[in-house]
Structures are given as C-alpha cells and as structure tokens.
C-alpha cells in the first residue's frame, strides 16, 4: 500500500547532482530503457539548454531507502480556457523531443503515480492545480500507470505522430513502398562518381563526424531559417554532451552519405537498448534531385538490419516519406491531470467539453 512510500524532493543544479546513484539505481530496475530516462539525458539538458532562471525539482519515491521512481518536474503558470492555473509540468524544449516519468511499472508498484498526485496536490511546496507531462509516447511509462489507476480528473491530449520501425521487416525481405524509386535514385547518384555510407561510434571518430554534419544540416533553409543545431552555440553544446556522456555505451552513431568526398545527408542517431533514435537528419538541397535524405536514410535501414542488437527504429516524428518503408504510427500525446482545485476543475471540464464537441463535430460531418 501506499504508506510504504517517501518522497523527497532535490532542487536545481546543486539537487541534480546528488542524486545521480539513485537515478542510476532506478534506470537499472526498468525493464524498457530509453535515452530519455537516462541521468546523462537530463545531465545535457541541465548543463545547456535549461534557461537560466527555470528550476527544475526532482521528486524521488523510495521504498524504504531504495529508490524506486524519479519525477522530474517545474513550476509553470498557464493560460487555460481564460482562466490561469498553476501546474508542475514537465521541461518542455524543442530538442527534448520526448517526455516521461521514470519508473517500472507493475502490480507491486501500480499506486506509486497516485502517491505523487496526492502529495503534489497539497501545496505544500507549490500550490497548484495539477501536472501537466508533455511529448508522451503512447507506450510510455505515465500512460500504462494511467490504465493501472484511471486518475478522476485526467484529460489525454494527442498532439502528433510519430514513425516506429521494425527491422525484423528489412531482414524478412518484406516489400517496401516506393522501393524501386528509391533505388532509381541512388542509381541515379552513383553516376555522379564515388557513392560512400559511413558510420561513426568511437569518440573521435563521432565529433569529426558531427561538425561534417553540422554543415550539412545548415546548408539548406533550417541554415537560412536559423533553426539549425549550427546556428545555435548552446544546441551545439547539448548535442556534444550527449556525444561526451554517451559514447561509451555505444549511444551516438552519425550516419553520413558522401559523393565524390563531399558530404551531401547525414543522420545524427541515439541507440538505446534495442532501438535506434534517428534523432536529426540534414542533407543538401542543391543535391535534392537525387533524394539524399531518402538515400541516406535506407543505406541507414540496411546498415543497421545486420546488426543482431537493433530490433526497432524511431523516427521520432512522422513525415510523409518515412511512408515508404511502411513503419507503424504511434501517437505522440500531452497529459494533463488536474486538482480538484477551483483552477483545476474548470480546466478539466473546459478540456472535456472540447474533446467531446470534436467528437460530436466529427461523427456528424462523417454521417453526413
């Protein structure tokens, strides 16, 4: 039951570093592992990309003195259906990608999301009208606590998708679409001269490889844009601390396609236990005739489909292209759980009355 359970909370920079045994502890127990459970993950975001004024609390539950869950939450006031509320939400930036709490779920510990709720829902640090956890996949780890516990007042936001591969299906030599268009292309590029795929994993071979793919990546309209990782110092500072932190356990590899020796797509990716993230892509759109991306990204597919320890391949987002090697669609949602706080209540009402009218509107446009 749940009075088995403490709950401490570490504050900010100073807090973060204490608890990197107990997050490794934790990271250890689960039985699915991801980069973004990682302590390294969170190291890099910390160090580089978390605003200066943004404190971040780590809220970890024991069970006795044996860490079991790790909650890493901010203070947030949002605007909600003309009306603001106070919430713990998760850190939100655009290069996190995706979100969670951290912990294994099963029956022994199906309760433990209930107990951060209640003890949140006190105000005693903070008083607010709920959490708010954004980018959760839908195999996540909140969402299976959520099938354990139903929460009263809880609203699941879809907000995209996202493309999940099987490799299984590249060695069972299982059709894919456009295929014949895809090699027509990279026919079509190897008459321009010498055609290379490489593959980074050492250290120095990586962060050579990442300022090639660095440029790469700005060439075209995120260089002109100014959204590209080149054009930022604090995103180059983050990616080269998941390259630093994660090396070592084989967790970066960088794919580059190459014609004549000049670089023109390249594929910066994170492996975690069986999957690989492909995490950024660029390529060169004055070579955009010939597909590089598209080319870069199946020489990347059956690179990968010989090595026994990768089973799957996220895509991380989903784009019309990723359509021809035919990949699962998976829903990306936020997930909202709400107080019974005035604030609370009339943003989860507000929320659900939203979601039932789209319904309403979208089963009466399809009858008719």
């Not at 969670?100 to 951060?116: E, G, P, Q, R, T």
């Not at 936001?157 to 069972?172: A, P, Q």
């Not at 120095?204 to 490889?209: E, H, P, W």
Request: charged share 25%.
């Amino acid at each position: 039951m749940t009075q088995k359970y403490t709950i401490k909370f570490f504050e900010g920079d100073d807090g973060f570093r204490q608890i990197e045994d107990d997050w490794n502890i934790v990271f250890r127990s689960l039985s699915r592992k991801r980069f973004f459970y990682r302590y390294e993950w969170y190291k890099c975001y910390m160090e580089t990309l978390k605003p200066k004024e943004e404190i971040v609390y780590f809220f970890i539950i024991y069970n006795q003195d044996i860490p079991l869950a790790i909650f890493p939450l901010i203070k947030g006031i949002k605007q909600k259906y003309g009306i603001k509320i106070k919430v713990w939400e998760t850190p939100l930036h655009n290069h996190l990608v995706f979100s969670d709490f951290i912990y294994d779920v099963n029956d022994a510990n199906k309760d433990i999301l209930i107990f951060l709720i209640k003890y949140l829902s006190n105000g005693e640090i903070f008083n607010n009208d709920g959490i708010i956890i954004y980018n959760v996949l839908e195999d996540s780890i909140l969402l299976q606590s959520i099938n354990y516990i139903s929460p009263l007042f809880t609203v699941i936001k879809n907000i995209g998708e996202y493309s999940f591969f099987y490799i299984e299906n590249f060695k069972k030599g299982i059709k894919r679409k456009k295929s014949k268009s895809t090699n027509k292309k990279r026919n079509e590029l190897q008459k321009l001269g010498k055609v290379e795929f490489t593959r980074s994993v050492g250290k120095s071979d990586i962060l050579r490889d990442f300022n090639i793919f660095l440029d790469v990546e700005a060439s075209g309209w995120k260089g002109a844009q100014g959204t590209a990782i080149k054009c930022n110092e604090m995103l180059i500072k983050f990616y080269r601390c998941l390259i630093t932190e994660l090396v070592h356990i084989g967790g970066c590899h960088i794919y580059l396609l190459y014609v004549n020796d000049e670089c023109i797509a390249g594929n910066f990716c994170i492996v975690d236990d069986d999957t690989i993230y492909t995490l950024k892509i660029g390529y060169r759109e004055d070579y955009a005739l010939y597909s590089p991306g598209i080319i870069c990204r199946d020489n990347l597919l059956n690179m990968i489909s010989e090595y026994e320890d990768i089973k799957y391949v996220n895509f991380v987002t989903h784009q019309e292209w990723h359509d021809r090697w035919d990949p699962e669609l998976c829903s990306i949602y936020n997930v909202y759980i709400y107080n019974i706080s005035i604030g609370g209540i009339i943003a989860f009402m507000t929320a659900k009355g939203k979601q039932w009218i789209k319904k309403l509107y979208i089963k009466f446009t399809k009858d008719n």
